[in-house]
């Protein structure tokens, strides 16, 4: 039996929550990714592979249900039977890998990003991305701790074994564009080094991305692909040009470690630094946005502020869609393809936000994460009562409420980061005690 005829007949004895699912994600993609990590279903399995895919999307949305109920609840098992032992599905998720869930994120990535895109204004036709990294712990088990290592503290490691990412999020719409996984003896500037940056757009960093070779490296993948940082306090240069009192082209120079590593390299490398006055301090800008005339230095300091998007990104993620929990997968092979699910589940949320902020006219950052994914969630859990046609009725009236989810106007503020003390349940000792 062929992957297509399996597929049908796969979908002709599914259950309507699966149906529900299939609204979401287009079948040919899912069968795109099998077919190019050779992971397709030859056989009639009571999983079969694109089932567990699903499962693993399921798992990332269902965070609080464990894996039998969630394969119970999307009614994946084929055949007569809908029951299956967990440690079968455990060994579905080890027959399947990685690489598929990989492949599915790459597709749905990129074409929900060209569809933004298209659907909302840039700056100066560039569009806004931001680049920051992240970290999960997971269950402790020694394939996980050997392969991923753990968070260093001062005097000892983290009780739990720990997994980077490194992610590229659209900050417009918070949907994650690209991303890599990997251990944590991988800085994030390793990993962001494998990311694919799309053509037309400006990419905000944080100082800790500040090299030569990456950055110069980042701008020549594609086409006009800028970047946009914060200045190190004891950068070294001398200026070409000015472009006015606080805006200038500058020339830097390359250390020799890095043209040791890189040959290409050569001795010095330009960019544009900018100087702003913001809350009474300077601050310093440095981009690869050279004219002044185009990009104004007060815009570009107004841009920047848009790279905390990526951190609310990550904080919807992880205390929305994962519930402050650690990852559940005690295999490394496991723990990347759950993260790929979770990459996945949150860019089909956001993209259902999309859908609810077009109609609201307003911008997908003002709907509450929060409240629209119960909501939506509620829709794929509980519908499963009607027909799976049902589903876009649902959806669409999800839609009409859009209004209800509506954040209001963020208000500009600023807050300085700081280290606030650890609650003490008693008084210190030498405390005196009143």
């Given at each position: ?73 999307l ?6 039977t ?57 269950p402790?088990?020694?394939?996980n ?51 694919s ?12 991305y ?18 946009l ?87 919807e ?29 949150y ?32 829709i ?55």
């Amino acid at each position: 039996m062929t992957l297509s005829e399996n597929l049908d007949c796969t979908l002709q004895n599914a259950s309507p929550s699966l149906a529900h699912f299939s609204q979401l994600i287009d079948l040919n993609w899912i069968e795109d990714s099998l077919h190019q990590t050779g992971k397709a279903s030859i056989r009639r399995r009571k999983l079969p592979a694109e089932h567990v895919v699903w499962l693993v999307i399921g798992l990332a949305l269902f965070r609080d249900q464990p894996i039998g109920y969630v394969v119970e609840q999307l009614k994946l098992v084929f055949g007569t039977t809908d029951y299956c032992v967990p440690s079968a599905a455990v060994q579905a998720r080890q027959r399947l890998g990685h690489e598929p869930l990989n492949a599915l994120f790459s597709l749905l990535s990129q074409a929900w990003f060209q569809e933004s895109q298209q659907q909302y204004a840039n700056f100066q036709g560039l569009s806004v991305c931001a680049v920051d990294g992240v970290v999960w712990s997971m269950p402790l088990t020694d394939e996980n701790f050997n392969h991923f290592g753990s968070s260093k503290g001062k005097t000892t490691p983290a009780p739990y074994p720990h997994v980077r990412a490194t992610c590229l999020v659209n900050t417009h719409t918070h949907e994650i564009i690209d991303a890599q996984i990997g251990s944590m003896d991988q800085g994030e500037l390793t990993l962001a080094n494998r990311l694919s940056p799309p053509s037309q757009s400006v990419t905000l960093f944080d100082r800790a991305y500040f090299s030569a070779d990456f950055l110069i490296e980042w701008q020549a993948r594609a086409e006009e692909s800028h970047w946009l940082m914060r200045a190190k306090d004891n950068l070294r240069y001398e200026i070409i040009q000015r472009h006015s009192s606080h805006d200038f082209h500058i020339r830097m120079p390359i250390s020799a470690r890095a043209r040791k590593l890189n040959p290409t390299l050569g001795e010095y490398w330009e960019a544009r630094l900018i100087e702003v006055e913001q809350a009474g301090k300077i601050r310093r800008y440095i981009t690869s946005l050279t004219d002044s005339k185009t990009y104004p230095l007060i815009s570009l300091a107004k841009l920047y502020v848009q790279r905390w998007e990526v951190e609310m990104c990550y904080r919807e993620i992880k205390s929305d869609l994962q519930e402050d929990r650690h990852l559940r997968s005690k295999q490394p092979d496991l723990v990347y393809q759950e993260l790929w699910g979770v990459f996945i589940a949150y860019n089909v949320l956001r993209r259902q936000m999309k859908y609810m902020a077009q109609r609201a006219k307003v911008s997908p950052l003002r709907i509450s994460f929060h409240i629209a994914s119960i909501s939506i969630l509620n829709i794929l859990r509980f519908t499963s009562l009607d027909s799976a046609g049902n589903l876009p009725k649902h959806l669409e009236g999800l839609l009409e409420k859009s209004k209800k989810y509506i954040l209001p106007e963020r208000r500009a503020r600023s807050c300085p980061r700081v280290v606030k003390g650890k609650p003490q349940k008693y008084p210190r000792k030498c405390q005196p005690i009143s």
